[in-house]
C-alpha cells in the first residue's frame, strides 16, 4: 500500500520553484494513474509551453526510474466505479470525472493517502486521507 499523487504535484516537481521543491519530496515510492501522465503532458505543454518532446522524455525518465512514481493502469472497474460514482454523488460533472477515475484506482489499490494541491477536489468525492504537499510533511522528511 502506497500513496497516490495526483498529476498536479508531478507537474509541480518538473517545473520546480518552491511548490516543485515541495512536490518532489512526495514522489518518492508514490504511485499514480496512467492517464495522470496525460494530465501532466497537456498541463506541461500547455499553460506552461514545454516543447512536447521535452516533455515526453521528462514523463519516460520518471516512470523508468524505480525510486519514483509507478504509473498503474486504470481497469474497466475502475471506470465504472468513477461512473457509478458521479451518477450517485450528483457533485462529479465534467473534468471531475478524471478525479474520480485517480480516486477509485487509489481505492481500489489500497492507497495509504491521496496527494494532491487541490485537497478540496478530493476531499468531497473519497474517504481516502487526503494530503497537501503545501501543508502536510512528506513521509520521512
Not at 498541463?43 to 525510486?67: I, N, R, S
Request: glycine share 8%; charged share 25%.
Amino acid at each position: 500500500m502506497k500513496p497516490f499523487v495526483d498529476s498536479n504535484v508531478i507537474v509541480h516537481a518538473m517545473v520546480g520553484g518552491d511548490l516543485g521543491e515541495i512536490a518532489g519530496l512526495w514522489l518518492p515510492g508514490c504511485r499514480a494513474t496512467l492517464h495522470s501522465k496525460a494530465e501532466a503532458f497537456s498541463v506541461l505543454t500547455g499553460a506552461y509551453k514545454v516543447p512536447a518532446p521535452v516533455v515526453v522524455k521528462m514523463l519516460e525518465a520518471l516512470a523508468h526510474d524505480p525510486d519514483m512514481v509507478e504509473f498503474v493502469p486504470q481497469t474497466d472497474d475502475d471506470y465504472q466505479a468513477a461512473l457509478d460514482r458521479a451518477g450517485s454523488s450528483g457533485g462529479i460533472k465534467g473534468g471531475r470525472i478524471y478525479d474520480a477515475l485517480h480516486v477509485c484506482t487509489a481505492e481500489r489499490l489500497k492507497a495509504t493517502a491521496f496527494v494532491t494541491f487541490n485537497a478540496k477536489h478530493f476531499s468531497e468525492i473519497t474517504d481516502l486521507r487526503i494530503l497537501d504537499p503545501a501543508k502536510d510533511k512528506a513521509p520521512g522528511k
